[in-house]
């Protein structure tokens, strides 16, 4: 059993920032890959940005050069640095960790106003 637990979501009006955290605890054998995705009220969820072992990212071109995915190995914990928001960041974000298999996090709201 793992559980992945995200923080840092809230309301904040465009231009402000907002640093999500996801915090994996419980048979955690070796992280692989950690992600943020997000979903959008009436839309389909998608990938915002993601961190491999190595330290690779990748991010969607609708959130690249404002977000920043980072991971703390040591504390199983990946970070989304979320700067310059727009009311369309405005979503439900969920973390996501390969394992050994795949497990989601329950969501946290981020909203954008005005």
């Known amino acids: 059993q793992v559980q992945l637990v995200e923080s840092g979501g809230g309301l904040v009006q465009a231009g402000g920032s907002l640093r999500l955290s996801c915090v994996a605890s419980?048979?955690?054998?070796?992280?692989?890959?950690m992600s943020w995705y997000r979903q959008a009220p009436g839309k389909q969820r998608e990938l915002a940005a993601t961190?491999?072992?190595?330290?690779?990212?990748n991010y969607a071109d609708s959130v690249k050069g404002r977000f920043t995915i980072s991971r703390d190995n040591a504390k199983n914990t990946v970070y989304l640095q979320m700067n310059s928001l727009k009311p369309e960041d405005t979503a439900v974000y969920y973390c996501?960790?390969?394992?050994?298999?795949?497990?989601w996090g329950q969501g946290t709201q981020v909203t954008v106003s005005s």
């Open positions: 996501r960790m390969i394992d050994r298999g795949a497990y």
């Open positions: 961190i491999t072992s190595a330290g690779s990212t």
């Open positions: 419980g048979s955690i054998f070796s992280i692989t890959v």
